[in-house]
């Protein structure tokens, strides 16, 4: 490829990561209300970009607050059971939880060595349940943050339910929430944030798992190996016509 047709392949992908960084920050928010293991439930993920032991991870720490109830780590661990995944009824004790205090953050780091543009943020799925019916700590409520490789420490709100990111105060056994968006919520992201709110301003909520789902936003040299090999099978057709 010639430098000028690769100079110019390079503005015309700078001006399209330009106008995806462009796009409102509104987030969809879909609830799902139901008993352990109802249909509609989606299982906890293992393989999301957050979970414990995967590369796509760099760090995740509680910057502020405390844990009052259950443990941190349960926060993505792959789990809804403690470990105990065959009995449903162990669903309402605390021991597989994460129950923050009011204002707690969770800083989530991405692994932006293993991909310097930074990762396309398709979805995010927070799991609560607790206690019998209409206890206030199903529900959920947390502003959700992200920042972009090129601005690490500066976090863009994502604008959902009125007063937070996600308000709901839940009213059945398990309370699901999902958030989409433009598609996707974000690209080229680095850190994701969410700070915890007590919905009804006096009980935690308990979170049993955050899923981020989302892949590494490929580099140029990639795409420019794909467009030119794209570019081949193209020509290669049009000759073997002629
Ligand atoms: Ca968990
Ligand atoms: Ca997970």
Redesign the pocket.
Known sequence: MRAKHFIQMAVVMMVVVGLGLGTAHAATISMFEGYPLSPGLAP?SNSDLINAGQSTLSSIVLTTGTVVLGSFD??N?G??WGGITSDPARWETYD?CFGPSDGAIVTVALNTTASPLGYDIDSIVTTTASGGDGDIRRGQKFDLWYSLVGTPDTFVHVTGDSGATVNRPGGSVVSQTTITGDSPIATGVAKLQFQFHYCDGTHENVY??IDVFGAAVPEPSTLVLLATGLLGLLCYAWRKRK
């Open positions: 906890a349960k926060l661990d789990d809804y597989a049993r798992e």
